[in-house]
């Protein structure tokens, strides 16, 4: 029954995701014919069975052959289907700019074909703005025409590939056909091309940002970047300024984001760590069953909801503290606050990885400690937590990442100027803020200002790298000590 159940859930919400990306009828071509693939593998075997000999049984269990014919109906059609999606446009496109009459896209650039491209589709689809001219109006009735046609021929084509794929695996079916090799043959092709997928998809991330923060270090010097004390990118939006004006040293931007994630990982591990502790070896089961369900609610609460506790509440408390009460000089957006309000978002991430690592270590280890006159504290400094260092260094590191990478709780605690100093108090900002505000808006791709921003990105993905390396180091240099 529960397999029933957990099977009915999947295929409703695979049929649902599949509406979203694909469309409700080519979801329902593909899934019907991939259910009939299925009922036909399941009935041939069974037909085979019965024709059979006495005491002679099919080489794999029914399901395998039914599973077989099913992947060997589904797969191949969705892939067809991807395939079909991904060229029909630019196809349609091509045939589309090839149709119209010669003076009306003579000596248009690339860029400039593109909008004409553009403005045929928004009126064939109804969106007009202004008066189209006769060539449009004729391109876009072509368009809807071929778009209509382009259909008809796929879902034609889905159930050709379709029965196709049936045909061919359903006469394969027989007792002696080893359908549990083919099936796993299929799952581990799937595995691979997943695997495949990710790796390049990664590889296509550094690539192009790779690319793009070469185009920046091109006209900015990466030295400048990288040792240069003043952080003000700007671009010409005169024409009598220079092509490039502005300060594009990092120094400032690498510093902020250095010192709001030491206060938060700092504040997290003081919270997250002993409650890690506390959880794990002295409270008890009831204390347990709530507290950390408590805890690891933090983690889903909205960054926005952060942001603003922190400049309703955190950041007047600070000012109130620093500046009310000491005398301090204190800003209205303080690097403190933003830290704070971070490290109390990251603190799920720290004490429920590190109370995972602390419940991983062997029993043995804690009655072997008990047993020799140690009490639960000195067990749990002493023997536990340098056993479970590990998994806690695995738990910082992640909130490093996520401290890093926040962007949200910055902008409305810490504020957006590029201020190089290491008092808490003062107005800083971060890469990740940083990138949003110089890609945020109209520029284009080709001035430093905008292209500094992938080589924010480009040190950020080094930084984040090199500590995971150190971290990988250190998880290694104990495991070995204490396996």
């Given at each position: 029954?529960?397999?029933?159940?957990?099977?009915?859930?999947?295929?409703?919400?695979?049929?649902?995701?599949?509406?979203?990306?694909?469309?409700?009828?080519?979801?329902?071509?593909?899934?019907?014919?991939?259910?009939?693939?299925?009922?036909?593998?399941?009935?041939?075997?069974?037909?085979?069975?019965?024709?059979?000999?006495?005491?002679?049984?099919?080489?794999?269990?029914?399901?395998?052959?039914?599973?077989?014919?099913?992947?060997?109906?589904?797969?191949?059609?969705?892939?067809?289907?991807?395939?079909?999606?991904?060229?029909?446009?630019?196809?349609?496109?091509?045939?589309?700019?090839?149709?119209?009459?010669?003076?009306?896209?003579?000596?248009l650039?690339a860029?400039?074909?593109?909008?004409?491209?553009?403005?045929?589709?928004?009126?064939?689809?109804?969106?007009?703005?202004?008066?189209?001219?006769?060539?449009?109006?004729?391109?876009?009735?072509?368009?809807?025409?071929?778009?209509a046609?382009?259909?008809?021929?796929?879902?034609?084509?889905?159930?050709?590939?379709?029965?196709?794929?049936?045909?061919?695996?359903?006469?394969?079916?027989?007792?002696?056909?080893?359908?549990?090799?083919?099936?796993?043959?299929?799952?581990?092709?799937?595995?691979?091309?997943?695997?495949?997928?990710?790796?390049?998809?990664?590889?296509?991330?550094?690539?192009?940002?790779?690319?793009?923060?070469?185009?920046?270090?091109?006209?900015?010097?990466?030295?400048?970047?990288?040792?240069?004390?003043?952080?003000?990118?700007?671009?010409?939006?005169?024409?009598?300024?220079?092509?490039?004006?502005?300060?594009?040293?990092?120094?400032?931007?690498?510093?902020?984001?250095?010192?709001?994630?030491?206060?938060?990982?700092?504040?997290?591990?003081?919270?997250?760590l002993?409650?890690?502790?506390?959880?794990s070896?002295?409270?008890?089961?009831?204390?347990?069953?709530?507290?950390?369900?408590?805890?690891?609610?933090?983690?889903?609460?909205?960054?926005?909801?952060?942001?603003?506790?922190?400049?309703?509440?955190?950041?007047?408390?600070?000012?109130?503290?620093?500046?009310?009460?000491?005398?301090?000089?204190?800003?209205p957006?303080?690097?403190?606050?933003?830290?704070?309000?971070?490290?109390?978002?990251?603190?799920?991430?720290?004490?429920?990885?590190?109370?995972?690592?602390?419940?991983?270590?062997?029993?043995?280890?804690?009655?072997?400690s008990?047993?020799?006159?140690?009490?639960?504290?000195?067990?749990?400094?002493?023997?536990?937590?340098?056993?479970?260092?590990?998994?806690?260094?695995?738990?910082?590191?992640?909130?490093?990442?996520?401290?890093?990478?926040?962007?949200?709780?910055?902008?409305?605690?810490?504020?957006?100027?590029?201020?190089?100093?290491?008092?808490?108090?003062?107005?800083?900002?971060?890469?990740?803020?940083?990138?949003?505000?110089?890609?945020?808006?109209d520029?284009?791709?080709?001035?430093?200002?905008?292209?500094?921003?992938?080589?924010?990105?480009?040190?950020?993905?080094?930084?984040?790298?090199?500590?995971?390396?150190?971290?990988?180091?250190?998880v290694?240099?104990?495991r070995?000590?204490?396996?």
């Amino acid at each position: 029954m529960t397999r029933l159940i957990v099977t009915a859930l999947l295929l409703t919400v695979g049929f649902f995701v599949g509406v979203t990306l694909l469309g409700f009828w080519p979801t329902l071509i593909i899934g019907g014919l991939t259910f009939a693939g299925w009922a036909t593998g399941f009935l041939r075997i069974g037909s085979a069975t019965r024709r059979a000999a006495e005491g002679e049984r099919p080489h794999s269990l029914t399901g395998y052959y039914a599973t077989y014919v099913a992947l060997w109906t589904g797969l191949p059609t969705f892939l067809f289907l991807l395939t079909w999606v991904f060229l029909q446009e630019p196809v349609i496109q091509h045939l589309l700019v090839q149709s119209m009459p010669a003076d009306s896209i003579d000596g248009l650039s690339a860029n400039q074909i593109s909008l004409l491209v553009s403005e045929i589709r928004n009126v064939a689809a109804g969106r007009i703005f202004g008066e189209p001219s006769p060539a449009v109006l004729e391109a876009a009735e072509r368009y809807t025409r071929w778009i209509a046609i382009a259909d008809q021929m796929k879902f034609a084509a889905l159930f050709a590939v379709g029965l196709l794929g049936l045909g061919l695996s359903a006469a394969r079916i027989k007792m002696m056909f080893r359908a549990r090799q083919g099936v796993e043959r299929i799952i581990n092709a799937l595995l691979v091309l997943s695997s495949t997928i990710a790796i390049l998809t990664t590889v296509g991330i550094v690539a192009s940002l790779a690319f793009e923060a070469w185009r920046f270090f091109e006209r900015v010097p990466v030295h400048d970047f990288l040792f240069g004390l003043n952080w003000e990118p700007q671009i010409a939006i005169r024409a009598d300024q220079v092509a490039s004006t502005g300060a594009f040293g990092a120094v400032p931007v690498f510093a902020g984001t250095l010192l709001i994630s030491s206060i938060a990982i700092l504040f997290a591990t003081v919270l997250g760590l002993p409650a890690a502790i506390y959880l794990s070896e002295f409270a008890s089961d009831a204390q347990r069953r709530i507290i950390k369900p408590l805890l690891e609610i933090l983690s889903g609460v909205p960054t926005i909801v952060y942001g603003f506790f922190a400049v309703l509440v955190i950041s007047p408390a600070i000012r109130t503290l620093f500046g009310d009460t000491l005398g301090l000089e204190t800003s209205p957006n303080s690097a403190l606050g933003a830290g704070l309000v971070m490290g109390v978002m990251i603190v799920p991430f720290v004490s429920s990885l590190s109370d995972d690592a602390i419940n991983a270590v062997p029993q043995a280890m804690r009655d072997g400690s008990i047993a020799l006159g140690a009490t639960r504290a000195e067990t749990m400094l002493q023997v536990l937590l340098p056993a479970a260092l590990p998994g806690i260094v695995g738990g910082m590191l992640l909130a490093v990442s996520r401290a890093i990478g926040e962007t949200m709780i910055v902008v409305m605690a810490a504020g957006i100027i590029a201020s190089l100093t290491i008092n808490p108090l003062d107005s800083v900002t971060t890469v990740t803020v940083q990138i949003v505000t110089l890609l945020t808006g109209d520029s284009e791709f080709d001035n430093p200002k905008t292209l500094s921003a992938f080589g924010l990105g480009l040190f950020l993905f080094i930084f984040t790298l090199m500590l995971n390396v150190v971290a990988l180091r250190i998880v290694q240099k104990y495991r070995e000590q204490y396996e």
